[in-house]
């Protein structure tokens, strides 16, 4: 089965391009989705967070993400720390769901995941793709999908990594530059195309 690593910031167009994979019969895997699932299901992560960071669960004896945010964001050690447990928690299911769309028979996924380069996601794929796109652009992007304000918008880009992080550690990269999403999402399509004919096109880049 080949694993298709999707990254990058947020306004890039992830979305587009996971759709053109879905399209392509893949299986596609949501990192981000998979760590909240396990936060309100797995126990014995929410013990270790609240090893790490003190009490954390609300009434209902969930944990309360607003909550550990605040003790988080902000502090780069305690982030580092939240991100050891998170990054391992979430790939760890996530090579679980892999392994089991591989014995089904399944012979293409994806996984979707802004931290991909930096967690053990990158391990289990075989190969990698950055979706990128102008800071300005990202901003636009991002206020019309989500009713948000400008400044708000562009703090969210600037908290995040340049591109030159994404470019550097992926085989591949998607510039979805312009403001033709049917013209994006074809370039994209000719790049899953070209990545699952290509037996050699595996890998992320030395």
């Known amino acids: 089965m080949k694993i298709i690593g999707i990254t990058g910031p947020t306004g890039a167009g992830k979305t587009t391009a996971l759709e053109e994979l879905r399209a392509l019969g893949a299986e596609v895997i949501d990192a981000d989705a998979v760590y909240h699932r ?35 964001f902000g502090d780069p050690a305690q982030l580092e720390r939240l991100n050891a447990v998170a990054q391992r928690a979430a790939a760890d299911e996530v090579a679980r769901l892999l392994r089991a769309h591989e014995a ?5 996924a994806a996984v979707d995941a802004i ?28 206020m019309a999908r989500e009713g948000i304000p400008e400044d708000y918008a562009r703090a969210r ?8 992080f994404f470019r ?33 096109e595996t890998g992320t880049k030395e």
């Open 104 to 108: 089904a028979g399944r012979p293409l």
């Open 168 to 200: 550097r550690g992926c085989r591949h990269v998607l510039d979805n530059d312009g403001d033709d999403p049917a013209a994006f999402a074809a370039e994209a399509r000719a790049l899953f195309r070209h990545i699952l004919s290509d037996p050699g």
């Open 115 to 142: 931290a991909l380069l930096e967690s053990p996601l990158a391990g289990l794929c075989t190969d990698t793709v950055a979706v990128l796109a102008p800071p300005e652009v990202r901003v636009r992007r991002i």
């Open 157 to 164: 880009v600037a908290a995040q990594k340049e591109d030159g």
């Open 38 to 72: 396990l936060l309100a299901e797995d126990r014995a992560l929410g013990d270790r967070l609240e090893e790490l960071f003190g009490p954390l669960r609300d009434e209902g004896g969930d944990i309360d993400r607003k909550k550990l945010g605040a003790i988080v």
